[in-house]
C-alpha cells in the first residue's frame, strides 16, 4: 500500500514522502494515528505540489543541520560535579543535564531524545556524546566533567 506521510516516522520515513508499506502497517497504526493519507490515482495528484514543498524544506533543513553539525565539532561542555573516590560521581550524568548545559553555555538547544549516550556518564574526565541531528548526521559533543571545588 502506498501512503503520503503527514508526520516524520523513525525508520519509515519523513513528512511529505509517498511510501510503499505494508497493509496492516498502513492500517493500523499510520493512517488511524493521523501520521499518513493512503495515495490513490484519484488523490495522488494532490500530492504532486505537497511533494514539491516539502523538497525545498527540506534543502533548508539539510542545509542549517549540517551548519549545526560543524559548530558540535568544536565545542564543549563543561559539568561541575561533586566527586569522590578519586573520580567517581555522586550519581551520573543526564541526556537533561546535558541538554540544559548546551543551551546555558553556548545557546544550542537540542532535545533530551537527540542526545545518543553509550553508557551514563559516572566519572570525571571527557566523554564523547553523540547528537541524532538526521538519519545520516551524527556529530560528536565533548562533554568534560570537572570536580566541585567546596
Known amino acids: ?3 503520503f506521510l503527514l508526520k516524520d516516522v523513525d525508520k519509515v ?3 511529505g514522502e509517498i511510501i510503499k508499506t505494508n497493509e496492516g502497517f498502513a492500517r493500523n497504526f499510520l493512517i488511524p494515528k493521523k501520521i499518513a ?3 490513490t490515482d484519484k488523490n495522488e495528484s494532490s500530492f504532486v505540489n505537497r511533494i514539491k514543498v516539502v ?3 527540506k534543502e533548508v533543513v539539510a542545509t542549517k543541520t549540517s551548519m549545526l553539525a560543524e559548530k558540535f565539532k568544536d565545542l564543549q561542555v563543561i559539568l561541575k560535579r561533586k566527586v569522590h573516590n578519586g573520580d567517581q560521581l555522586y550519581g ?5 543535564e546535558i541538554s540544559d548545559e548546551l543551551a546555558k ?3 544550542i538547544k537540542i532535545s533530551n531524545s537527540q ?3 553509550d553508557k551514563s556518564i559516572k566519572t570525571k574526565g571527557m566523554h564523547p556524546v553523540t547528537i541524532k541531528l538526521s538519519k545520516t548526521l551524527l556529530p560528536t559533543l565533548q562533554i568534560k566533567i570537572i570536580p566541585e571545588t567546596a
Open 115 to 117: 542526545l545518543v549516550m
Open 1 to 3: 500500500m502506498r501512503v
Open 13 to 15: 520515513g519523513i513528512a
Open 55 to 57: 523538497e525545498n524544506r
Open 105 to 107: 553555555q553556548h545557546g
Open 37 to 39: 493519507v493512503e495515495v
Open 92 to 96: 551520573s550524568i543526564s541526556a537533561k
